[in-house]
């Protein structure tokens, strides 16, 4: 057996019941997410192999499913900068402040790390066509993998996600639906429509077991860009949940495969106040959350009332000894702008929420100033233009300026 790969088998994360890793699957029998699990007995390389690779996520590629390099589907995505934020650190009181910005991957937002490897893994499982319901990120970047590949794409999403996700998805030729309603109300529709169409896989969001594979890349590129060391916080904003489960999972491989030493940086869960189910559940001691009655944000990538993976959302924030936090709009999206001109990168809300999370901890002492503290920002600001007024002068065109 080739070792481009070490997948062994999938396991249920309810259970722990073990699956066939090389079918097509979707949830457990139990209904809960299947996580992939590798033979780490047969990874042979070390960290000082990888830093010689192509600076790309596949360079972890014997922690990745896709078992032959000719099946992987890339676009160049992955090994995004980690970026020092000098001003922004000393304005928040935070003088170790670091942004993730997977703005700067292909179709603008981290939802491509997790199309590039769950797409590859399912043209290489004789998968003829992808289904997803979508806040507007995952649909556009599934939608030009799918492409990529050769393969079909049907996507459905609420008709307020962003008008650029919704060109992303037709240009690269998806078949495209607009729902009026929320994520859940497309989910049901794609959930309809998939068992008619032959050889095609739903991969809602943690409704196939790859997704989270590519997305949890994120946190071995963090540890690898900081030197092979963690940070002590990381802050990501929490919807389905995909990437803090996924950084969470690739923390704890680290660990075992020796990568990685000390404790697990403390993950921060960070939601909208307008949609928290997390933060609440959290906060009451619950294990799995509760959909709130009129979920509404302006960070539309995060407006997710129920996810399928609360449960682990949960336990990585208390596992890590982490928290949850909910913003408003209001602050979120004043976090947007202060970054902007402190250091010269338009974020989006999503990742403004983090950053306005980053504000709210310090105030509260959670954070007390010394730590090294990473932000993920989840895409790039330019997919969210009308969280910008522009009122400016028009000039005549012999116009001058005092």
């Known amino acids: 057996m080739s070792d481009y790969s070490t997948l062994s088998h999938l396991e249920c994360s309810r259970d722990g019941s073990t699956h066939d890793a090389d079918r097509v699957q979707g949830v457990s029998p139990a209904g809960a997410p299947l996580l992939a699990r590798y033979d780490l007995d047969r990874v042979a390389v070390t960290p000082k192999e990888i830093a010689g690779r192509p600076p790309d996520l596949w360079r972890y590629h014997e922690m990745l499913p896709v078992r032959d390099p000719a099946h992987v589907v890339t676009l160049g995505e992955g090994m995004t900068p980690l970026l020092d934020l000098p001003r922004a650190g000393a304005r928040l009181g935070v003088p170790g402040l670091r942004m993730k910005d997977e703005g700067l991957v292909p179709t603008g937002a981290f939802k491509a790390r997790g199309a590039a490897v769950g797409v590859s893994r399912a043209a290489e499982l004789g998968v003829r066509g992808v289904a997803m319901p979508t806040n507007g990120n995952a649909g556009a970047a599934w939608a030009s993998y799918a492409a990529r590949a ?71 590129e963090i540890v690898e860009q900081l030197g092979w060391r963690a940070p002590d916080v990381i802050l990501y904003p929490t919807g389905g949940g995909v990437g803090i489960i996924a950084i969470h999972k690739a923390l704890k491989e680290m660990r075992e495969l020796g990568w990685l030493s000390g404790d697990l940086p403390r993950l921060v869960a960070v939601q909208a106040s307008g949609c928290a189910p997390i933060v609440d559940a959290f906060e009451a001691g619950s294990s799995e959350s509760v959909a709130p009655p009129d979920p509404h944000t302006v960070a539309f990538g995060i407006t997710v009332p129920k996810a399928l993976g609360d449960f682990l959302v949960l336990d990585a924030v208390r596992d890590t000894g982490g928290t949850a936090v909910a913003v408003t709009d209001e602050e979120l999206l004043a976090a947007e702008h202060a970054l902007a001109r402190d250091e010269g990168t338009w974020i989006c809300p999503e990742g403004g929420a983090c950053m306005a999370a980053v504000g709210k901890l310090r105030e509260s002492g959670w954070l007390d100033g010394s730590e090294d503290v990473v932000v993920l920002n989840t895409g790039s600001g330019l997919i969210y233009p009308d969280t910008v007024a522009v009122d400016v002068p028009t000039l005549a065109k012999d116009g001058r300026i005092a």
Do not use: F, H, N
């Open 150 to 220: 050769g393969l079909g794409a049907l996507i459905a999403m609420p008709v307020d996600a962003p008008e650029i996700t919704r060109r992303e998805c037709v240009v690269a030729g998806a078949e495209l639906y607009l729902v009026d309603g929320l994520i859940g109300d497309a989910g049901k529709i794609v959930a309809e429509a998939v068992p008619r169409r032959q050889g095609w896989q739903e991969t809602s969001t943690l409704k196939e077991p790859y997704r989270i594979e590519g997305k949890k890349t994120m946190g071995y």
